[in-house]
């Protein structure tokens, strides 16, 4: 009997087996062998070898930049600390000022962490990134972890390995300061659209001559800035702010921007917008910022008409000798295509939620030249005019360049310069001028009452001028106008 049914049941898988194959579509049996065999093979593939990497790669181009999404730098600064406990051969990077090196793992290298019980291990490899166009070989950390903690990984220890990482990145970074490249038609993908040094300019607000009180409402509206992570988030609005300094040359507008970035420990990024082609180009620039940073275009008004006289007088105190100037047109290249709508796009835009933490800063000569659209609340939220020196900005620079709070000559000068416009950047010569020729304090103020004796005389010879030229303009109008009355007359 089972001889019987043997022989009938190969019969018919004789008969039935060549019109599956002809009938039943490749694809389905594919699936079927994809779904059920593979499965079954990497069940047994885990019995063996239970343990899962996950390979965190170096970026392509800078080392060192730490974009705003840079896992890698992320997880290297994370390590630095187990780094030093167990790990045989290590790479020393000079860490901040004063601070030795930061430690981080040469290849081959492996650590171990633990994490809520579980034991993971982290090592420095060298892995070929499918992900990339090119598919290159490229410097990676590669955690390794058994499978059972698969969800303790991804769902909590990766983002704490982040958040840690970040601390540590932000604890320790160098602040620095970044001018744009030139972005030609030639420049790749992944070539640095910015070049940057370390950030050391030594203003503060305390030495920023201004008006105390107005000097306390920008530090105020800074701090809460700063402090209003979940009001911005809670709002929906960018957790950005723009700012626009106003006011005449040598009034302390770069000053300003160097004294704010030192208050709240931000990077600087110095946008000169004469070198930028395209409207494409400021989205890169932006893109390529990190959280933490104050956006500077100075100059703005004459940024945007690239004729303007100031384009050759550039040179921003901040930011102008490591940098070659790019003049478009000194080689006949094509003109910047950077037009008032592209700014605006660049301020509030979508590209401008692309991150969070940043401060944008225009500043200007002239602003009743500028467009209303450019500098309207929500765009530009705090208007700040930098102004001549009066008595608090005189006493700031007293205390900085002569290191005295209080003179008997105080009240003079106070007095003398609330009627004449004076510079601060020209006290601050004056005072300069006269410390360097070895003259006391007392022989540098009265150097400096002169001086502002001197001003005031050209400024009232000017005043006197210009009047003067007013009202022959004037007599000269009313003469032309009797003139026409009488040949009408006639
Ligand atoms: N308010 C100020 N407080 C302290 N120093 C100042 C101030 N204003 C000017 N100075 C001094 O004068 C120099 C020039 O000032 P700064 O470059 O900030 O002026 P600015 O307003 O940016 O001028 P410009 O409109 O020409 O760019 C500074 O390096 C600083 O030493
Ligand atoms: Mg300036």
Redesign the pocket.
């Known amino acids: 009997m089972d001889s019987w049914w043997f022989a009938n049941f190969t019969t018919a898988w004789f008969i039935l087996a060549p019109l599956i194959a002809a009938y039943v579509p490749r694809r389905l049996l594919k699936s079927y062998f994809n779904h059920h065999v593979c499965r079954h093979a990497k069940s047994l593939v885990a019995l063996v070898d239970p343990y899962v990497t996950v390979d965190i790669f170096k970026r392509f181009v800078d080392d060192d930049s730490i974009s705003s999404s840079d896992a890698y730098a992320e997880v290297r600064a994370y390590l630095s600390a187990a780094c030093s406990r167990e790990a045989r051969a290590l790479r020393a990077e000079s860490a901040m000022e004063g601070k030795g090196f930061a430690l981080s793992l040469q290849l081959g290298q492996e650590v171990a962490d633990e994490f809520r019980g579980a034991v993971l291990w982290w090592s420095s490899a060298e892995s070929r990134d499918e992900a990339h166009q090119w598919q290159i070989t490229r410097r990676c950390y590669r955690l390794t972890f058994h499978q059972r903690h698969r969800r303790l990984v991804v769902d909590e220890y990766l983002p704490h390995v982040r958040n840690k990482g970040k601390e540590a990145l932000d604890r320790d970074r160098r602040r620095r300061i970044y001018t744009n490249n030139i972005i030609t038609d030639y420049t790749y993908q992944d070539d640095r659209v910015w070049n940057h040094i370390d950030f050391k300019h030594p203003?503060t607000f305390d030495?920023?001559?201004?008006d105390a009180a107005k000097k306390q409402e920008i530090i105020d509206d800074l701090d809460a800035f700063r402090n209003n992570k979940e009001f911005y988030a809670r709002t929906g609005w960018p957790w950005k702010r723009g700012y626009l300094l106003y006011?005449?040359?040598?009034?302390?507008?770069?000053?300003?921007i160097a004294a704010m970035a030192n208050h709240l420990g931000y990077d600087v990024y110095d946008i000169e917008l004469t070198v930028v082609r395209h409207i494409h180009d400021l989205r890169k620039l932006l893109v390529e910022t990190t959280d933490k940073s104050i956006i500077v275009i100075?100059?703005i008004d004459c940024s945007l008409d690239l004729t303007g006289e100031r384009r050759k007088k550039k040179t921003?105190?901040l930011s102008s000798p490591p940098f070659v100037n790019y003049d478009p047109d000194d080689d006949g290249r094509k003109r910047s295509k950077v037009t008032l709508s592209g700014v605006l796009n660049f301020i509030d835009g979508l590209w401008s939620a692309c991150g969070g933490e940043r401060i944008v800063v225009f500043?200007t000569?002239h602003v009743d030249k500028l467009d209303q659209a450019l500098v309207r609340r929500g765009r530009m939220d705090f208007h700040i005019e930098?102004s001549y020196c009066r008595f608090d900005?005189f006493r700031?620079?007293a205390k900085?360049y002569l290191g005295i709070d209080d003179h008997p000559l105080f009240e003079s000068i106070g007095e003398m310069l609330a009627e004449v416009d004076v510079?601060?950047?020209d006290v601050?010569e004056c005072i300069m001028t006269s410390t360097r020729a070895g003259r006391g304090v007392d022989s540098s103020l009265q150097f400096l009452i002169e001086e502002v004796k001197k001003i005031k005389a050209k400024a009232d010879a000017e005043a006197k001028a210009k009047a003067e030229e007013d009202e022959s303009e004037e007599e000269e109008e009313d003469e032309e106008e009797e003139g026409e009355k009488d040949l009408q007359l006639q």
Do not use: C, I, R
């Not at 030495?207 to 201004?210: C, D, G, P, Y």
């Open positions: 203003t030495t920023l001559a201004m006011g005449p040359p040598g009034t302390g507008k770069s000053t300003m100075e100059d921003s105190s500043t000569n930098m900005g700031t620079l900085n510079a601060p950047v601050a």
